[in-house]
């Protein structure tokens, strides 16, 4: 089927300079309290436009402060005119104090800016339990603003400010054409590594130069996060923090709206591209992994099973550490599998590592182990389960478990 | 409240053999392939009389072939005459031929033994997908029938047979006293470690020389389980042939019944106590484990949301990495209970390590910092949270995640 529109995918771009209209700063403030100005960590996207604005959040019972706020921002549909993201500090399980900190954040930024508190968006990450150092953080926001600027040095200074035990940066850029118009998106995020190493957590900050009403763009967001960020799993602890936020300016001069189909649907594909590209860098970068493997079941009676298929086998720790191992370990998927306890039927469980065949019908071929153990020896592979009972299918990308993801999180 | 009745319990005990009218045997018969006859690896547990039996199973859908088939013969309410239990190959994802071999067994030691396939039982605990070497496991059950007694000597030999990355045996013996006269139960048992290192199995059988029907023995086993085996989590995953097998023979002439209060209570504190003993070592022996903690969730709404917080702080990988690093990492236990989205409210939550205060309100009592590392550096300690939301508690025993577990369990 022909589309009547185009959408092109490029990574590791400077990043969200890319889209017009917007603008990025970034600061070394020393939120860790380590005497350290050397290391950004402080990142500022301003918007010249006032922007139509979603997000996606922790479903966390215990949200960090700025989740809170952002998530009131949001629903009070204001029009955002800024993202303030630190790192090194989560400003979760702080209390009072801790929500004051992340309004006082808002107001401070918003008089600087000559807009409202409320236009303001806020993200930490980093350690849990500490008050924030607003000093510093005012200083780093006063620095962040100096610097602000649509170069790409600024916008690849916020790509990294906003990093904790990441090993680079993430970013990536989307351009569309609809009817011979244009316009850009492009993202940015932090990964799931604990950090500090106190919690994981993961951001996403995403820039669109169209313009799109807000319940339009909650949705598309809400469906792409779906298939993204809440696909992928590198050791199942979910954060206090995790937020993704994407701005729309309208500086391209682009409308989407629900009566122009072709854009609409431009749109919704060109957000899910930029998700998918963040969501496995993040898992490409979770600390000390060695291996990225997309989980892949089918045949299931619903979405449900196969997603909780997925899961259970991408959250086993043994099955984790027989990637590691690059044991052809399917004894463990199986387990894995069932336990997730939907009802099953090994009898009918046909399993591949990539597309050779391991089991038919719940029965090994082990005529293929030689060429099983090459495939888990790769750095990524797939495991493909057809579960024979229905035609509901999920994926979910997964890491593997490492001693040296042991060692990195045990702490003091 | 005074009791009408005493119960003694004493473990590391030379096992089943100290309940009367039990005979137990062992031998090794390679059934690893790997020419090893030295090390034990089938145990037979022989009543003299032909016992009233129960059982608690994997509630995982891919089930062994030998949990089926003991499945089947309990709920035919047979009486059992023996159970033999072989490690080194679990039956697990053998297809029709590896319930053939299940079957084949039971009617090689029944004709042995003169009585009905029906009365025996059957446990395998090893590697899944490969079929059990039929000729090695029938000299084996031959061996250990020539080896049958009631000495101490043979009942070790029974308890070291089911083991397998094990460092140690796991027994207990719980002597009743209820209106002068009284009654044993003794259990052995093997840990959840990963085994040749393929799964997690633990497999547990009790033996009792009182009488009790069938549908007693079975509610009472029931819940000392849920109370017990089911409140452990080493790595959170689940195995396809967990077994609990309970026989009660009534050779002691003690008899159990609904009409005697006294008696059914004294039995149900004793069972208790067998499973309580056989859990706690089993968690203490855990593959590579360093520490053992047990999480105490009380003022909860109800038990579900105790016990999903209990296990959603258990099975988090970063709360875990912590315990091993003896770090005392709160904000990893409050980010777990929370994603375990139960409706908690952080700014009720009070977290305490053993008896010292940690979180009140869920703000951080930093001051006690100094013994809260002395205390998570213990072998053993305790988390212990307050939701303050309603009466309901539960608790759970967990183990630490240790780089030596994943060195373990990589494989290949």
Same mark, same amino acid.
């Given at each position: 089927?022909?589309?009547?529109?185009?959408?092109?995918?490029?990574?590791? +771009?400077?990043?969200?300079?890319?889209?017009?209209?917007?603008?990025?700063?970034?600061?070394?403030?020393?939120?860790?309290?380590?005497?350290?100005?050397?290391?950004?960590?402080?990142?500022?996207?301003?918007?010249?436009?006032?922007?139509?604005?979603?997000?996606?959040?922790?479903?966390?019972?215990?949200?960090?402060?700025?989740?809170?706020?952002?998530?009131?921002?949001?629903?009070?549909?204001?029009?955002?005119?800024?993202?303030?993201?630190?790192?090194?500090?989560?400003?979760?399980?702080?209390?009072?104090?801790?929500?004051?900190?992340?309004?006082?954040?808002?107001?401070?930024?918003?008089?600087?800016?000559?807009?409202?508190?409320?236009?303001?968006?806020?993200?930490?990450?980093?350690?849990?339990? $500490?008050?924030?150092?607003?000093?510093?953080?005012?200083?780093?926001?006063?620095?962040?603003?100096?610097?602000?600027?649509?170069?790409? @040095? $600024?916008?690849?200074?916020?790509?990294?400010?906003?990093?904790?035990?990441?090993?680079?940066?993430?970013?990536?850029?989307?351009?569309?054409?609809?009817?011979?118009?244009?316009?850009?998106?492009?993202?940015?995020?932090?990964?799931?590594?604990?950090?500090?190493?106190?919690?994981?957590?993961?951001?996403?900050?995403?820039?669109?130069?169209?313009?799109?009403?807000?319940?339009?763009?909650?949705?598309?967001?809400?469906?792409?996060?779906?298939?993204?960020?809440?696909?992928?799993?590198?050791?199942?602890?979910? *954060?206090?923090?995790?937020?993704?936020?994407?701005?729309?300016?309208?500086? *391209?001069?682009?409308?989407?709206?629900?009566?122009?189909?072709?854009?609409?649907?431009?749109?919704?594909?060109?957000?899910? *591209?930029?998700?998918?590209?963040?969501?496995?860098?993040?898992? *490409?970068?979770?600390?000390?992994?060695?291996?990225? +493997?997309?989980?892949?079941? @089918?045949?299931?009676?619903?979405?449900?099973?196969?997603?909780?298929?997925? @899961?259970?086998?991408?959250?086993?720790?043994?099955?984790?550490?027989?990637?590691?191992?690059?044991?052809?370990?399917?004894?463990?998927?199986?387990?894995?599998?069932?336990?997730?306890?939907?009802?099953?039927?090994? $009898?009918?469980?046909?399993?591949?590592?990539?597309?050779?065949?391991?089991? @038919?019908?719940?029965?090994?071929?082990?005529?293929?182990?030689?060429?099983?153990?090459?495939?888990?020896?790769?750095?990524?592979?797939?495991?493909?389960?057809?579960?024979?009972?229905?035609?509901?299918?999920?994926?979910?990308?997964?890491?593997?478990?490492?001693?040296?993801?042991?060692?990195?999180?045990?702490?003091?």
């Amino acid at each position: 089927m022909d589309k009547n529109y185009s959408v092109s995918t490029v990574e590791d +771009v400077a990043g969200l300079c890319m889209v017009k209209g917007f603008k990025l700063g970034a600061a070394a403030c020393d939120i860790r309290n380590k005497d350290d100005y050397n290391r950004l960590d402080l990142a500022m996207i301003v918007s010249d436009l006032p922007a139509t604005a979603a997000g996606a959040f922790t479903t966390n019972d215990v949200k960090a402060a700025p989740v809170v706020l952002d998530m009131r921002h949001i629903d009070a549909k204001r029009k955002i005119k800024a993202i303030i993201a630190n790192s090194g500090n989560a400003n979760a399980c702080t209390g009072e104090r801790g929500f004051k900190d992340a309004l006082d954040t808002c107001a401070y930024a918003a008089e600087k800016l000559g807009v409202e508190s409320s236009q303001i968006l806020v993200c930490s990450t980093g350690r849990i339990g $500490e008050f924030l150092p607003m000093e510093k953080l005012k200083r780093g926001i006063d620095a962040s603003l100096a610097s602000l600027s649509s170069d790409d @040095r $600024e916008s690849m200074n916020a790509a990294n400010a906003i990093l904790t035990s990441d090993t680079r940066s993430k970013t990536v850029k989307v351009e569309v054409t609809v009817g011979g118009k244009t316009f850009t998106l492009a993202g940015m995020a932090k990964g799931a590594g604990m950090i500090e190493p106190n919690m994981a957590t993961m951001l996403a900050f995403i820039a669109c130069d169209a313009s799109i009403s807000q319940s339009l763009l909650k949705e598309s967001l809400r469906l792409a996060v779906s298939r993204t960020f809440n696909r992928i799993t590198i050791d199942g602890d979910m *954060s206090t923090n995790d937020t993704v936020l994407c701005l729309c300016n309208g500086a *391209s001069g682009f409308e989407i709206s629900e009566g122009d189909a072709d854009a609409l649907e431009a749109f919704k594909e060109a957000l899910l *591209s930029v998700c998918r590209v963040l969501a496995r860098k993040i898992v *490409s970068d979770g600390e000390k992994i060695t291996k990225v +493997v997309e989980i892949n079941v @089918r045949g299931a009676r619903d979405i449900e099973q196969a997603e909780k298929i997925c @899961r259970s086998i991408g959250n086993s720790l043994l099955v984790k550490s027989s990637w590691f191992g690059c044991d052809p370990n399917w004894g463990r998927i199986a387990d894995s599998a069932g336990y997730a306890r939907t009802g099953l039927v090994l $009898e009918k469980l046909d399993l591949d590592y990539d597309s050779v065949p391991v089991l @038919r019908g719940g029965q090994p071929l082990s005529e293929n182990k030689a060429k099983w153990r090459e495939i888990v020896a790769r750095k990524t592979f797939s495991i493909n389960l057809n579960l024979n009972l229905g035609d509901a299918r999920e994926t979910i990308l997964a890491a593997d478990l490492t001693e040296g993801y042991v060692n990195f999180n045990k702490g003091e």
